[in-house]
């Protein structure tokens, strides 16, 4: 184990340089640059646009922009945000916990109805329920989430007025974010209602959200258990005259799960990365929608620095799965 | 009555005025985005100036729903016979916020004034470099050149002195990049070693104050009891950010918020059928069109442009592409600026006599470029869809045009060095001034390479009606000329104006006394809600 974690950490190093120079040629392809994309019809004097891109640093050669960059991140420097002139560290930390309180939930939903579901499509398999599921999952995972979250909203919010359209707290709820978790700090203040405000503003954004990652873990359950439910050691179980339930959530599940775990873990990284989409219909300050402003706006100390910290988070949930995996299934604890 | 730990005392203030719900009027406005940050010299976007405008006064301002000039911090103000002096006389006892950091000491004085231009003006104030440093629209209104110097004469006056005479310069001052500033507070914010917060957490001596700005999700301000004009009715006004279009008008239909901007064109109908909501509308101040490169054969003969003028099909286009957002234009400003002229009849559609006044011309077969630029503009929302039809229509009288784009930086770079035959471009007015429409696009000094008269006509009657009319601030003599240059304009036909855009504002029918500004921005001072 500790040889494990020894080696995939060395490999953070590299990882962070390779992403940290992908993310800076990337960026820097984009034509335009921050000043030129402000300028409107009247266009801007040649001196005074060189003069501006001098003032922000942005007339250095490339590499000489990305040694410094570079220099500066060693030291815990991400940079200063070209549009709104504060660090982009801050602007991170202040968004970042919105993109996770959604994305956590976003997940429970989805394991919460997505497991279950897969198991029993499993076990039934062939039945109605069985393709009820599967044709329920393919539509989710093929359906346009802008379509799907404004065709909520439309119906539940505008028409029949039982959840809230956007926002994460009800207007009347004045907080003062201690944890940057609405519901935390709904329950930190005391106040009469703000939490159960703040779980309503949660249910069609994390429904919307996790409709792709329910669609994946269903389906993902359902093949595991069905390859787990044809082997040898099932059979044997049966035949030692073990209830069907234990069968299936003892021996079943708990080897059918391995694949999933991963699957989960590979979802929690996408999620984290910023639901841009849901972040933008919901009106939910996340990193997602920050970043993909930064783009237009070509702020590209934000946008280096938010890949940057985005990387390390997938990176880091990367390894807990694999660290999870190696857990759940001995043989590859054990191996060598 | 609900109890709230709250460290910020003006966080309490707030809740405590939303707790009393009976008494305490809440406003609450979808805004369409993220304010950059609250001061608006060193902004760009409507946006930025939107989340700044309850704040700051200016000495001059734009009346509700005009583009006239209003006394503002300015009381009155004296003009020079030569027009390089203008003298303005401050109101007394006008008082700017407080917040968390800093209690004025003194009311509003000249000083204030002078600090204010100082920022912009001067690269060596200690304040030229917060935050970027970038004073964009100080810059672009000409500003540096113009002003010769910004002097106190007395706490209650201040002088401007110019280098040249220039009418729209009163205009400017209305603009939103000369908000009034804080002197004590900025200086209090360079004493503590924060002066970037004079831009994050500003003072002014608008209708309301600053309270919080949660990032990308709300702002709030509460009412300014103190202000100029009378304490507004709204006492606590609201930013909700709400980023999609559709999301803001189901808040509206939902009564989440009661004002709600830039509507999808698709939803206006349902938006009107709504009992609980009143739709307002108004033309922008800008205008879109197609621009005849007159130096390049044969956009020299009048008589070809007057011919295309009437080749196109302005309505099919206003309702294809603006989906009825567009007022069809003829005159090169907007009907909402001053000295519009309603005299002027637009050219008739009528392709048949196009293709006669084309042969009379001697111009048989005509193969030429059509640009049109690759983004959304204010004054354009499909470009490539017009240019479209404006090819299809110029087939039919036998003219191919070939359509053309570029990145959009690219685009208007190559478009003012005139590399074009006939170009699609638009222009939206920074100060509501003739001028600023006509001089800007129309004269022969932008007629220059590089210039923004992209039709690189340089007529010099319009020209001299135009320089006259800067030199005199007397605004009935002024509109004579105006007047009269639009009838040149209609003569010479350098362009095909297209359309003004129209401005939806859908608001719940509780709100009243709002009034659509031309500039785009959105101002709640005189604002009621019902119940």
């Known amino acids: 184990m500790l040889r494990f974690l020894l080696t995939r950490v060395s490999l953070v190093i590299p990882t962070f340089l390779g992403i940290t120079a992908l993310a800076f040629i990337l960026i820097h392809l984009v034509p335009g640059d921050p000043v030129e994309v402000r300028v409107g019809e009247r266009g801007i004097a040649p001196e005074r646009h060189a003069q501006l891109l001098h003032e922000m640093g942005l007339d250095r050669p490339w590499w000489q922009q990305f040694l410094s960059y570079v220099g500066d991140v060693l030291q815990g420097d991400l940079g200063i945000s070209l549009i709104t002139h504060r660090p982009v560290l801050d602007e991170f930390l ?243 | 009555m609900n109890k709230r730990l709250l460290g910020a005392a003006a966080a309490a203030a707030l809740a405590l005025g939303f707790a009393a719900a009976a008494e305490a009027k809440t406003l609450v406005y979808c805004s369409e985005g993220s304010p950059e940050n609250f001061n608006p010299q060193i902004n760009t976007t409507g946006t930025s100036f939107d989340a700044a405008y309850p704040i700051f006064s200016r000495l001059v301002e734009f009346g509700p729903g005009s583009t006239e000039v209003i006394p503002g911090l300015a009381e009155k103000w004296d003009v020079s016979d030569d027009g390089l002096t203008y003298t303005f006389h401050l109101r007394k006892g006008v008082k700017f916020h407080s917040n968390k950091a800093f209690k004025p000491t003194r009311d509003f004085n000249a000083d204030d004034v002078v600090a204010t231009f100082n920022r912009m003006w001067k690269a060596d104030d200690a304040y030229a470099k917060v935050s970027g440093g970038a004073y964009d629209y100080f810059n672009d209104m000409g500003m540096p050149d113009l002003l010769k110097a910004v002097e106190k004469v007395d706490d209650n006056t201040v002088k401007f002195s110019l280098n040249k005479p220039e009418a729209p310069f009163i205009a400017n001052l209305a603009m939103d990049f000369a908000a009034i500033h804080s002197k004590e507070y900025m200086d209090a914010m360079l004493k503590a070693g924060t002066p970037e917060q004079v831009d994050q957490a500003p003072i002014g001596t608008g209708p309301w104050s600053l309270v919080d700005y949660q990032k990308d999700a709300v702002i709030r301000y509460k009412v300014n009891p103190d202000y100029f004009r009378g304490k507004q009715k709204i006492d606590n006004l609201v930013y909700a950010i709400t980023p999609d279009a559709t999301a803001r008008m189901a808040k509206l239909q939902a009564g989440e918020c009661q004002i709600a901007p830039y509507p999808n064109p698709a939803d206006l109908q349902k938006l009107k059928a709504d009992k609980n909501l009143q739709v307002m509308e108004q033309e922008g101040l800008n205008v879109g069109y197609l621009a005849f490169n007159v130096e390049k054969k044969p956009f020299d003969d009048k008589r070809v442009r007057q011919a295309l003028n009437m080749a196109i099909d302005k309505d099919a286009i206003i309702k294809a592409v603006y989906q009825g957002a567009g007022k069809p234009a003829h005159n090169p400003i907007p009907p909402t600026i001053w000295s519009y002229n309603e005299n002027i009849k637009a050219y008739p559609y009528d392709p048949k006599k196009a293709q006669e006044m084309l042969k009379e011309a001697g111009v048989t077969s005509l193969s030429t470029d059509l640009w049109y630029m690759p983004v959304q503009r204010p004054y354009n929302p499909d470009a490539k869809k017009i240019a479209e039809l404006v090819q299809a229509d110029l087939a039919k009288i036998g003219i191919t045009a070939e359509l053309k784009t570029f990145e959009w930086g690219e685009y208007r770079k190559r478009l003012q060095a005139g590399e074009h035959q006939m170009g699609l471009l638009g222009w939206t007015g920074d100060n509501g001034d003739p001028d600023n429409f006509m001089g800007v696009l129309l004269s022969c000094g932008s007629a220059r390479p590089g210039g923004q008269n992209i039709a690189k006509w340089c007529n010099q009657d319009f020209t001299k009606l135009l320089d006259e009319a800067r030199q005199t601030a007397d605004q009935a003599k002024r509109t004579e000329l105006y007047m009269k240059a639009q009838e040149i304009f209609h003569e010479e036909a350098p362009w095909f104006p297209i359309a003004h855009s129209v401005v939806y504002m859908p608001m719940s029918k509780k709100v009243s006394g709002y009034k659509v500004h031309p500039f785009g921005t959105h101002i709640f001072e005189g604002v009621d809600i019902e119940g």
């Open chain 1, 94 to 336: 202040t968004l970042f916990p919105a993109t996770l309180e959604l994305s956590i939930v976003a997940v429970l939903f989805a394991v919460a109805i997505g497991l279950p579901a897969g198991v029993v499509a499993a076990v039934k398999r062939g039945s109605i329920f069985d393709h009820v599921v599967m044709g329920a999952s393919l539509t989710g995972y093929s359906m346009p989430i802008f379509w799907w979250g404004l065709l909520l909203i439309l119906t539940f919010s505008v028409q029949l007025h039982l959840t809230p359209v956007s926002g994460r707290i009800s207007l009347e709820y004045f907080l003062e974010p201690v944890t940057g978790l609405m519901t935390i700090d709904a329950l930190l203040s005391g106040e009469e209602g703000a939490f159960r405000s703040a779980l309503r503003h949660l249910i069609l954004p994390s429904i919307v959200l996790g409709t792709i990652p329910l669609a994946v873990i269903a389906r993902m359950t359902r093949s595991s258990m069905l390859e787990v439910l044809n082997e040898d050691y099932i059979r044997t179980a049966r035949a030692k005259g073990l209830s069907g339930r234990r069968v299936i959530g003892v021996h079943a599940l708990r080897n059918a799960l391995i694949p999933v775990v991963t699957v989960i873990g590979l979802q929690v990284g996408t999620l984290m990365g910023g639901a841009i989409l849901t972040e933008t219909i919901f009106s939910w300050p996340g990193i997602g929608k920050w970043l993909v402003e930064s783009i237009g706006r070509r702020d590209y100390p934000a946008l280096q620095g938010g890949v940057l910290l985005i990387a390390s988070l997938v990176m880091s949930v990367n390894l807990l799965v694999d660290m999870l995996y190696g857990l759940l299934n001995p043989r590859i604890r054990h191996r060598r």
